[in-house]
């Protein structure tokens, strides 16, 4: 009996000891794990880019044949009655002299209803939206309800779509007013005159021919699609290797040739980069521009869900080493030359260019080790 008393005690002391020595262990060995430095994460190896400060345009591309300016065609852009006509076979005209002055009093007439519209939109617009927060107000001390909130100010978003609308309608028509006076594009003599005051001039229909001795043309073949949201004065960009120049559209021929294609033709002083009559350059007609934004190449954007939306990477120094810092954008324009966005960043800021599966796994203040270049995978 004396024994097993003995025995258990001597046990339970080795048990005690044992539960010492692994907890002594443990903790010897935690002490050995806090002093092991904490390994750094390795760097994104990237391309960097700068922020630039420039213009961004959408358009379509074409393929313009540079031609002698020796013949004009002047042909109208509307179907009016014309009221006065320029001078006869063989008389000069300067650049910016009236050939033509049509008839303008029915988008007169018209432009006035649409002026008398566009007041009353607005006017009903304000007294919507007064009545809304007048009603709110009511809603605050019981008087009112939500829904006759709600009900005010829909009326009101409704009234300022429609005058919007009106307010298109009104610029729509201002062009059109605008193409009812035809002046010469360039220096030239008569060659040919072929209505008279009193004619209907129609569109495509050519009204003068003028002859000049010097300076070129560019005729740009294009389907109807992109004719009809072209005109006049629109931006038309050239290219030769790496030289470029914007020109404006100086005519529209919707006259369709035997491949379905209507013309936009430009008158330019001389012949575009030097280059003789019949040589075919690369062209892109701009149907929308961003003129004097942050241009960010399209690499460095991730795009949100939400359209419109996004984020860039942009690269800092930090405790003597690059990391990212991840910046929301607004996405303005996505063009040729880039992206036009808006954010907190500027000209001159370093921004990772990367494939978006590459960005996607970056997080805002991984490490990266930059190079200048351009990752197009």
């Avoid at 790496?242 to 005519?251: F, L, N, P, V, Y």
């Amino acid at each position: 009996m004396k024994k097993n008393k003995l025995l258990t005690i001597f046990l339970a002391i080795l048990a005690i000891a044992l539960v010492i020595g692994l907890v002594m262990l443990r903790k010897h060995r935690i002490a050995e794990l806090d002093d092991i430095p904490t390994p750094q994460q390795a760097a994104w190896a990237v391309n960097s880019a700068p922020v630039l400060q420039g213009s961004v345009s959408q358009g379509f591309s074409a393929l313009a044949e540079i031609q002698s300016s020796n013949s004009t065609r002047i042909l109208p852009q509307i179907s009016a009655t014309i009221l006065k006509m320029g001078p006869r076979e063989g008389g000069a005209v300067k650049k910016g002299d009236l050939l033509v002055q049509l008839d303008t009093r029915e988008q007169e007439a018209n432009l006035a209803a649409l002026n008398s519209q566009l007041t009353a939109a607005k006017a009903d617009a304000k007294r919507n939206q007064d009545e809304a927060v007048r009603e709110s107000r009511l809603a605050k001390k019981g008087g009112s309800s939500a829904a006759a909130v709600e009900k005010w100010r829909t009326a009101a978003k409704a009234a300022r779509a429609k005058a919007d609308a009106i307010a298109n309608q009104i610029e729509a028509l201002q062009i059109k007013i605008g193409y009812c006076n035809i002046t010469a594009p360039i220096d030239a003599k008569i060659a040919q005159r072929m209505a008279e005051p009193g004619d209907v001039a129609l569109p495509g229909k050519p009204i003068y021919i003028l002859s000049a001795d010097h300076g070129g043309r560019v005729a740009i073949p294009v389907p109807m699609a992109v004719l009809e949201k072209a005109h006049v004065g629109g931006g038309v960009l050239l290219r030769h290797g790496k030289d470029t120049m914007k020109a404006e559209i100086s005519r529209i021929d919707p006259t369709l040739d035997k491949h379905a294609m209507g013309h936009i033709e430009i008158d330019l002083d001389d012949r575009p980069f030097g280059l003789p009559e019949g040589y075919r350059v690369p062209a892109r007609i701009i149907s929308n521009s961003r003129e004097d934004s942050l241009v960010v190449p399209a690499n460095t954007v991730v795009t949100d869900k939400q359209a419109g939306h996004g984020h860039v990477f942009r690269i800092e120094s930090h405790d003597g080493r690059e990391i990212v810092k991840r910046i929301p954008v607004d996405i303005l324009l996505k063009g040729a030359e880039g992206f036009a966005v808006s954010g907190d960043i500027k000209p001159g800021d370093k921004l990772v260019e990367a494939h978006e599966s590459v960005l996607l796994r970056l997080r805002d203040g991984d490490p990266v080790q930059s190079s200048t270049g351009v990752d197009g995978e």
